[in-house]
C-alpha cells in the first residue's frame, strides 16, 4: 500500500492541459459543467462530486459491499512520496533506488542491462475505465467504486479565455492535478502491469509514473532478446490502456563491459547510453569494474553545490552580509539536501576519493559560513558550525533509513533506543573532529564550546590562531619575522591576548586579571567584552601596519 498521505511531486506544479496549442499564454481552468457558461465564477476546485451516489451498472452491485480493497500488491513495487517539500520528497525516492541498485549488484556475473523508460504525459492520459475496471477486478466495495466513478466523471471541463473568446473542453481522462486521490488512481492502473509482468530474466521497478526495467542474461544475444520481449510487453500493456511510451525518450544502459548492441522496439532502435537518470539519480557502468558507478553523479551533484556556494560567496562576504547562523541555516537547508540527495544508496559504492571531494565541498562552504581564512583547518571550522564531516552525516542517515526499513517489533526487539542511535552517532562524530582539534582552540574551548559563542571575523582569527598576526603571516611567507612591536618574539593569538603589553589597559579594564585562554570565553559577558577585544587588536594590527608601509 502506498505511503499515508501520499501526493505526487511531480505533478503539483505539473502542466496544465495544453490547449489550443498556440495560445498558451492565456489563463486556464478546469470547472463543472453545473457553472453557467459565460458566468465569471472559476472553481479553482473542481473535485466536489455532485452524486456521489450515483447509480452503478448492475455488475457492481453483486460486489460484497465491505469487503476490503485487495490493494496489498502495491506494497513491494510502488512507493509514492509521504511530503511534498522539496527537500522531504528527496528522502522518499530512496527505498525505489535502493531496491534497483542490490538487483543490478546481483547480477554482476551476467550481461545486465538497465532501461528507463517514458510514459507520455502518464498522468494526464490515466484511462478511467481502466481504473474502474481494475478497482473492479481486486473487489474494492462497489460503494468505493462509485465515489470514484462519481470524482472522475463529475463533467470537468476546460475553460481557455483569450481576449473576448471562451473555449471549452470536456475532459475523458487523466488524474485531476494536484489531486490528493492521483496517485493512488495512478498506481491502481499502473499495478497490473506490475503484478501481471512476469519473466526469468527481467524485472521491473516504479515509482509514481517513471518505469524501471532491469533485463539479465549469460548472452548477450540473450539480453537483446530478454530486453526487446518486456519492453515489447510494456508496450502492449500500454496500448491495451491507452497510453504511450515515447521510444525516443526511453534510455538503455549496459552494465557489462562487452558489446554493447542496440534494440528494435517498435521499429524504432534504441541506442545505448552511457548514462541513465532515474528519479533524479545518475546510473553508469564502471570502467574496469564491471558495476554500478556513482562517480558521475556525485560529480554532478558536486558542480550544482559548487555553483551554489559562489553564487552565496557573491552575496555576502566576510566582512558583511548574512551572519554565522544563518549562513549555516542556508548551508543546512539548501545545499546539503543537494549534496546528500539519494546518499544512503550510493555512499557505499564511492571510492575514498570520491568520500574526500565530498567533504571538501562542505568543508569550503562552512569555511565561508563561519568566515575563517582558508588556512583554517577543517576540524576547528566543524567545531564552530557544530556539524559533522559529510560522510558521517551521510552514515547517520544511512542508519535512520535502514532503522526506517525495520518492522516495529524488530525495532522494539534488537533497538529499544533507536531515536537516539542516530544522535548518539552524529554527537560522538562531532567529538571526535573536535578532539582533533589544534591545542590553540582546545585552549579556548576546554569544556567544550559554549552555546552562547558565535564566530566572526574577528573572534575566529584568534581561537584558531589563523589570523594577521606576525607568526600566521611568516608561516605563509607574508612576512619575514614571528615577532611582535613589542619586542615579544613571537605575535600569535596568545602572546595578543594574554601577553602584549600594547593591550594591557583594554585587557585588564575588561577583564581583571586573567591567565588563560579559556577565561574570555567561560561566561557569557565576558564573551561580549572578548569580541570586542578581538576587534579592536586586528584593527590595531591594520592601522599599525598600514602606518609602517606609509
Ligand atoms: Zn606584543
Known amino acids: 500500500m502506498p505511503q499515508k498521505g501520499t501526493r505526487c511531486p511531480l505533478r503539483i506544479h505539473g502542466s496544465r492541459p495544453a490547449y489550443p496549442q498556440d495560445t498558451r499564454s492565456g489563463p486556464v481552468d478546469t470547472v463543472p459543467t453545473s457553472v453557467a457558461r459565460g458566468s465569471d465564477i472559476i472553481q479553482k476546485s473542481p473535485i466536489t462530486p455532485s452524486s456521489p451516489a450515483a447509480p452503478l451498472p448492475a455488475a457492481n452491485h453483486s460486489l460484497p ?21 522539496a527537500i522531504e520528497t528527496q528522502t ?7 531496491s534497483t541498485t542490490p538487483k543490478l549488484q546481483k547480477k554482476r556475473s551476467l550481461q545486465t542491462s538497465l532501461k528507463q523508460l517514458d ?24 460503494d468505493l467504486i462509485r465515489i470514484i466513478k462519481s470524482y472522475l466523471n463529475n463533467e470537468r471541463e476546460v475553460k481557455f479565455t483569450y481576449e473576448s473568446e471562451t473555449f471549452y473542453k470536456k475532459l475523458t481522462k487523466g488524474c485531476p492535478q494536484g489531486g490528493p486521490l492521483s496517485p493512488l488512481l495512478w498506481n491502481i492502473l499502473l499495478n497490473d502491469l506490475l503484478i501481471n509482468f512476469d519473466s526469468m530474466n527481467a524485472d521491473i521497478i516504479c515509482y509514481a509514473d517513471d518505469v524501471t526495467i532491469i ?10 532478446t530478454a530486453s526487446e520481449y518486456t519492453l515489447n510487453y510494456v508496450i502492449q500493456w500500454c496500448n ?11 534510455n538503455m544502459l549496459y552494465l557489462h563491459n562487452r558489446q554493447k548492441i542496440p534494440i528494435k522496439v517498435n521499429n524504432n532502435i534504441i541506442m545505448p547510453v552511457k548514462q541513465v537518470k532515474i528519479l533524479g539519480m545518475k546510473f553508469s557502468n564502471h570502467k574496469w569494474k564491471n558495476k554500478v558507478n556513482f562517480t558521475p553523479h556525485v560529480n554532478d551533484i558536486l558542480c550544482k553545490a559548487g555553483r551554489m556556494k559562489n553564487l552565496l560567496c557573491s552575496l555576502s562576504g566576510n566582512m558583511w552580509g548574512l551572519d554565522t547562523e544563518k549562513r549555516l541555516t542556508l548551508f543546512k537547508t539548501i545545499i546539503r539536501p543537494v549534496l546528500t540527495y539519494g546518499s544512503e544508496i550510493w555512499l557505499k559504492y564511492l571510492n575514498n576519493r570520491c568520500k574526500q571531494k565530498l567533504n571538501s565541498m562542505q568543508y569550503q562552504i562552512i569555511l565561508w559560513a563561519v568566515r575563517a581564512y582558508k588556512t583554517t583547518s577543517s576540524n576547528c571550522v566543524h567545531s564552530l558550525a557544530k556539524i559533522p564531516l559529510l560522510t558521517d552525516y551521510i552514515e547517520s542517515r544511512i542508519i535512520k533509513f535502514d532503522l526506517a526499513q525495520m518492522s516495529i517489533e524488530d525495532l522494539i526487539t534488537y533497538e529499544p533506543h533507536a531515536p537516539s542511535i542516530v544522535k548518539s552517532f552524529l554527537h560522538a562524530k562531532i567529538n571526535e573532529i573536535f578532539e582533533n582539534t589544534n591545542e590553540i582552540f582546545r585552549s579556548f574551548f576546554v569544556l567544550g564550546i559554549p552555546r552562547f559563542f558565535r564566530p566572526n571575523f574577528y573572534n575566529i582569527q584568534f581561537i584558531t590562531d589563523h589570523g594577521n598576526f606576525g607568526k600566521f603571516l611568516a608561516t605563509i611567507g607574508a612576512v619575514k619575522e614571528p615577532g611582535c612591536f613589542c619586542g615579544g618574539e613571537i605575535q600569535d593569538a596568545r ?15 575588561r577583564f581583571g586579571r586573567i591567565g588563560q585562554l579559556d577565561e574570555f570565553v567561560d561566561k557569557k ?25 606609509s
Not at 504525459?121 to 462497489?142: E, H, L, T, Y
Not at 539479465?216 to 537483446?224: A, V
Not at 602572546?495 to 579594564?509: A, G, M, S, T
Open 240 to 250: 491495451r490502456n491507452k497510453l504511450t511510451i515515447s521510444t525516443e525518450k526511453t
Open 119 to 142: 510514459i507520455a504525459g502518464a498522468f494526464d492520459n490515466a484511462w478511467w475505465p481502466a481504473i474502474i475496471k481494475r478497482m473492479d477486478n481486486d473487489d474494492v466495495p462497489s
Open 65 to 85: 459491499p465491505q469487503k476490503t480493497p485487495a490493494i496489498e500488491p502495491y506494497a513491494p513495487v510502488l512507493s509514492l512520496p509521504t511530503e511534498t517539500s
Open 215 to 224: 533485463c539479465w542474461n549469460k548472452t548477450i544475444e540473450g539480453l537483446k
Open 495 to 509: 602572546h595578543l591576548l594574554l601577553e602584549c603589553p600594547i593591550f594591557l589597559d583594554f585587557r585588564e579594564n
Open 525 to 549: 559577558e565576558k564573551y561580549k567584552n572578548f569580541d570586542q577585544f578581538c576587534k579592536y587588536i586586528y584593527n590595531f594590527l591594520l592601522n599599525w601596519k598600514k602606518e609602517k608601509e
Open 92 to 98: 522518499t525516492t530512496a527505498p525505489t533506488i535502493q
